[in-house]
């Protein structure tokens, strides 16, 4: 009988099925990014490419692409200004202008970070709005087959899509220091925004839809502080459950970036319309514990995540402490379906990337006494 690749491994847990081995996939495209800006990817490593250092350390491949690209109407014009260590977005359109200013980060990372939010005054709400209408999608699956035929069976791709249009406005477009403000002085245009929001953002996952790619994700970020049991039932669930029916209706996946603190979410999050959460970040982190939301969820949806990203660096215990979580963890989940280990969220641009590799040696050590089957 013909073994199952990593690629066939990790798309039986992602549907939800019976798997003979667990998948390990790591996410380290923000330390690889970091690292190689830096020239400081470990000396064993360099030269590699992403996908080849994941081949290298011995995990599953998980890579991200854009399959969408962005256009606005003619009536709307884009201004981009750099200076020094600040970059202006202005949008200049027939009803008012908004701008962004991002401003540089002095770390090593040397990213950019939001410092000015589009909407500032109730009045930048109708600008906002009218960019969001004149919005245009175009399926663009370039990157898709360069990655895919690079990943070849070692892993899956897979492409990130607008998140709950919710925190688009909150976090993206008002910031959520002055956000719930706005929601109780203005809601009827705070919520009339989310709402052409939400219209629009399904657009881009129709296109999706018709894709060959069989995963498709969002950028939520989700966290129960900013966006509380009552506001997901709200705001989050409605629209998953129209993703839900417009990606199922192909085939597809629905998946949800889910890097903050979620635990209050998982009573809600099994009859959400996600088929997956990834990036489930546990204590010391947060306060969720992977084993209880697994027996939440009720294998109705799947979890990628369970290794805390303070763990992979020195500053957050010692090797053997990273050592002794992950073989509780893996020892307390057992051999079931509905769970994929992966980072919560991602390996630190300061990590101690040997680590990355010492997960693979106790998950090889693991598929072997559980599963008596090693992929290679």
């Not at 002095?106 to 969001?132: A, G, P, R």
């Amino acid at each position: 009988m013909t073994k199952p690749t990593k690629k066939e491994l990790y798309l039986k847990a992602l549907r939800n099925q019976e798997f003979e081995a667990l998948t390990w996939a790591p996410n380290f495209d923000w330390w690889y990014q970091v690292n190689k800006k830096n020239n400081t990817i470990p000396e064993k490593y360099q030269g590699l490419s992403p996908n080849n250092l994941i081949r290298k350390v011995g995990g599953t491949i998980w890579r991200r692409v854009g399959i969408i690209n962005t256009s606005y109407d003619k009536t709307i014009k884009i201004i981009t200004k750099e200076k020094e260590d600040l970059e202006e977005v202005k949008y200049v359109t027939p009803v008012g202008e908004v701008s962004t200013v991002h401003s540089k980060a002095h770390d090593l990372s040397e990213t950019y970070f939001l410092k000015q939010h589009l909407i500032n005054k109730v009045e930048d709400i109708k600008v906002v709005k009218y960019i969001v209408e004149g919005t245009h999608y175009e399926l663009d699956l370039s990157s898709y087959y360069k990655e895919i035929e690079d990943v070849k069976e070692d892993g899956i791709v897979l492409t990130c899509l607008p998140p709950v249009p919710y925190i688009q406005v909150m976090k993206t477009d008002i910031g959520y220091e002055n956000a719930f403000y706005f929601l109780a002085d203005y809601p009827d245009e705070v919520n009339d925004l989310i709402n052409t929001y939400h219209k629009k953002f399904l657009e881009a996952y129709k296109i999706a839809s018709n894709s060959p790619i069989e995963i498709i994700s969002n950028g939520d970020n989700m966290d129960y502080w900013t966006c509380p049991p009552d506001y997901f039932k709200k705001y989050a669930i409605p629209y998953y459950q129209d993703v839900r029916r417009i990606l199922h209706e192909k085939g597809k996946l629905a998946q949800g970036h889910w890097c903050g603190r979620t635990s209050k979410l998982m009573e809600l999050t099994k009859d959400c319309g996600l088929d997956i959460v990834e990036a489930i970040t546990p204590k010391p982190m947060t306060d969720l514990d992977i084993v209880e939301s697994l027996e939440i969820l009720q294998g109705k949806v799947v979890i990628q995540g369970g290794i805390p990203s303070i763990l992979m660096c020195n500053q957050g215990g010692t090797r053997q402490d990273l050592i002794k979580y992950v073989e509780n963890l893996l020892g307390r989940i057992g051999k079931r379906k509905g769970f994929i280990l992966g980072m919560g969220d991602n390996v630190p641009a300061d990590a101690d990337f040997e680590r990355v590799a010492i997960i693979s040696d106790l998950v090889k050590n693991f598929n072997k006494e559980v599963y008596n089957f090693v992929p290679e």
